[in-house]
């Protein structure tokens, strides 16, 4: 049995008197920012300078692989589909050039596949840049598709001027960007964010591990990306599921390698001792009813269009009220799905979330005499509020 409550027509609600979930502080952190976030509904759970912009160094390649993804879901590019890796990728990205690399030889030609793995797994520059090139004709171009992406999903603090993360002038992202691209990985593309999760790599005989350290300490964790350059330090997207909740972290800026790791798994330890993620209503289900005039049924009922979670406090379940808001006049024909009101959940004075309440059922109109009546009695309806007022 539920135990939330449900208020009708927002006029008479039934007080809850449920025990005050008590929720400790969040940990402190060494991050110059940080976010944590339930997967599912987006809910922020812990920030901190979430906004700040800042360097985003090899998280960058996150949208690199967004995009590939993205491209082989269209139709554009298939996973075997052979890229041919240029001198430059080489030069830039390859052994030649110091960074992380796939150690790709140049004028080679490599599944796609294989390379974004090497890209995920091997944070390989090499990677970046050949896909990149295969996809737009040249990086610069490639980095306007990213920016492009990067609106489209909300990402509105976030520039890029590469597909690898190296230091460039006006390449930055916010944690709460970075955020909405992991959660974005994570639900548009499972089968490639599966790729996040493989621990090693190895091409061209070699053999690299995953650079996210979280892999191998908790079972939990199955992705994402780290990222590091000496001007914007160590930073890590990591996301781990537990039952059916999945959250992710953002850290950027901290010292060390094992600083990213310790603040990601400070972050993620908290979120699921302390939260949960509850369903409250399911997609369909009934909640509530509404009076219809001049229709063959003089009630219909109210229900919405999908399942309704909510990320709260462990126990904090006990305690959210449901507010109803239904028209005052609803006039037959009623259509299946049409809005008629609006459900708020609230948790105390905080607004949860507010949802479409919807007709569950069609109401097709009543015949004349029928219409006649509800019609008069609707003008004394009237004139009672009216006068009420």
């Known amino acids: 049995m539920r135990s939330f409550v449900v208020c009708l027509l927002a006029t008479i609600c ?71 890796v240029s001198d430059d990728a080489w030069r830039r990205g390859g052994s030649a050039s110091g960074s992380s690399t796939m150690f790709l030889d140049p004028r080679s030609e490599v599944r796609v596949i294989d390379l974004l793995r090497g890209v995920i797994i091997q944070s390989g520059n090499d990677a970046s840049i050949a896909l990149a090139q295969h996809i737009a004709g040249d990086e610069s171009a490639f980095a306007d598709v990213m920016n492009q992406q990067a609106q489209l999903l909300g990402m509105n603090s976030t520039n890029f001027e590469n597909a690898t993360g190296w230091p460039a002038e006006g390449h930055v992202a916010t944690a709460r960007d970075l955020a909405i691209l992991a959660r974005a990985l994570v639900n548009d593309h499972p089968e490639h964010y599966a790729l996040y999760s493989e621990k090693y790599f190895k091409y061209n005989g070699i053999n690299q591990p995953n650079r996210n350290r979280l892999l191998f300490r908790d079972d939990s964790v199955d992705g994402m990306k780290t990222g590091h350059t000496e001007s ?3 930073c890590l997207v990591a996301s781990a599921k537990q039952d059916d909740m999945r959250l992710i972290s953002v850290v950027l800026g901290t010292k060390s390698d094992s600083a990213r790791t310790q603040d990601s798994q400070k972050l993620l330890s908290y979120g699921f001792r302390y939260y949960k993620t509850y369903t409250l209503y399911n997609e369909g289900e009934a909640i509530s009813d509404a009076r219809v005039w001049k229709g063959l049924a003089d009630k219909v009922s109210l229900t919405v269009n999908s399942d309704i979670e909510v990320t709260i406090p462990r126990g904090a379940h006990k305690s959210v009220k449901a507010v109803t808001r239904v ?51 609707l003008m004394f309806e009237d004139d009672e509020e009216a006068a009420s007022e």
């Not at 920012?33 to 960058?60: F, R």
């Open 14 to 84: 039934v007080p809850v008197f449920a025990a005050q979930v008590i929720v400790p502080a969040p940990p402190e952190l060494s991050a110059k920012a940080y976010l944590l976030i339930d997967a599912d509904t987006g809910k922020v759970i812990v920030e901190s300078n979430a906004d700040e912009v800042m360097e985003p160094a090899s998280l960058t390649k996150m949208m690199t692989s967004y995009i590939v993804s993205e491209e082989i879901e269209s139709g554009r590019l298939t996973e075997d589909a052979l890229v041919l």
């Open 232 to 234: 914007a330090g160590y």
């Open 327 to 377: 028209d005052s006049i609803i006039e037959a024909p009623v259509a299946p799905g049409q809005i008629l009101g609006s459900l708020v959940l609230k948790l105390e004075d905080e607004v949860l979330a507010e949802y479409d309440l919807v007709a569950a059922t069609k109401v097709d109109e009543a015949g004349f005499f029928a219409r006649t009546w509800d019609s008069i009695m």
